[in-house]
């Protein structure tokens, strides 16, 4: 752990069961965002990095999809075990590369990791044919085979937790990978590599390319021999993946950016609203996708959440990640940092005013040159402006009023995201009605980041295409074959 910390451990690709330097030997720093120093080191590998993968992946294929899913199945839960023996190691890693707070990583990012590994080896074992019977006529069934090697492309936010998402449901149905983590936050897919090597995990069933997006990311979605493409990041990278991707015929899983609402009802019951709200709004500094950085209040009840909202939003700790009592952790980079903070710019041009936070914090001590941005509330913008039409994927968020239900069905809906939307009252009929009428994939009534791995993850309009989690990714991983026999 305190190598993680304090040495310059140099992280490697794994490739075809090894962990290898980039074959140019260029190395991209890593920074620790609490610090806003270098901590450690990592391969920018290239396309011939990524083609060497590719191969091994596609060596491998043959060998694990014909394995019998048990044996498949085993390994998988051997990884998720070894996931859960190395909790404190994995959350520190997570912590130290992303800037989120250890408490946070511990209970949340590296519990799920193992939870995907172990959700989706599961999984395979129910995944079964469907057959049709035309009464009299003939029997169709459909099998679902492996489509080949897949690509997992995934972001800094949620960095294991995002990066098994993918890679699970890939290798429990068959596929071999080559994957990429975001270069801002590769610790943890650096330690996945070593926990599957010691499961056992067959030579080149799973290949780690780290490096830039620009790069490896770009090699892996134009690579002719991989043949499936499920990716998690911006709508920007998502457009030029699926430009790139269309003309090869590649089956393509794009999750991609938010701008979510959260809808408050003078209903509702308001504790359990604001306290919930604190954390979608804030958690991870509010770089989850699923944050809800638009918060629409009914008019009778608007002044009394935003009193108290600002209260509590004002009352949460920025501070050093590991810091047991810090809920704000330091941004992913400076770059990202700047783009937040130059958003709140935007808004106050825009007309709005901010309520509380609005600047960088400059945290005493060890954390002096780290990039921490207050929790910001903002106020007096319409649904249209810039602030309110673009992710900002920063501890910001914005609070309107509004009178009626559909006016807050319109201004839900007046975004061209579409990925998740928060409801709160406490009338049912209204929840449903309500429900129905908003464009996004995902709706959370009277709660928050709940999740069901068995349930359909994903987002409508420029949220992204196609859905991951449960049969979803089983699907998405396997092409289906009709057989129809006459009777
Ligand atoms: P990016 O789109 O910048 O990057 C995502 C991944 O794609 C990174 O690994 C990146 O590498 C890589 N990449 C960049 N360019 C290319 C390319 N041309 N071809 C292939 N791969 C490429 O997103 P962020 O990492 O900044 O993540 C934040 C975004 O992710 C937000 O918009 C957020 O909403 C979204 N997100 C969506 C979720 C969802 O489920 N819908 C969940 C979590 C986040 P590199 O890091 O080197 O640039």
New binding site residues.
Partial sequence: MSQILSGMEIIHNYINGSLVAAKGGALLQNINPALGSSYSQLPDSDASDVHTASEAAQQAFKAWSHMPTQKRTAILLRIADLIDRDLDKLAMAECVDQGKPLKLAKAVDIPRASANMRFFAMAAEHFASESHLMEGEAINYTTRTPVGVGGC??????PLY?FTWKIAPALATGCTVVA?????TPMTAFLFSKLCMEAGLPAGVLNIVH????QV??A??SHPDIKAIS????????R??AATAAPLFKKLSL????KNPNLIFADCDFENAVSTSIHSSFSNQGE??LCGSRILVERSLYPKFVDEFVKRAKALKVGDPLDDQTRVGALVSEAHMKKVLSYIDLAKQEGGTVLCGGDRIIVPGRCAGGFFVEPTVIVGLDQYCRTNQE?I?GPVVTVAPFDSEEEAIKDANSNSYG?STTLWTQNLTRAHRVAHQIKSGIIWINCWLLRDLRTP???MKQ??VGREGGWEAMRFFTEAKNVCIKL
């Fill in positions: 492309i995934s972001p800094w936010n949620l995002l990429k983590p975001s270069e801002l490096g830039l997006g620009s990311g770009q892996i979605v990716f998690t990041g911006g709508t920007v990278t998502g030029t993946i999750e991609l950016g938010g989850i996708c992710e994927f990925l993850f994903g987002g949220s992204g």
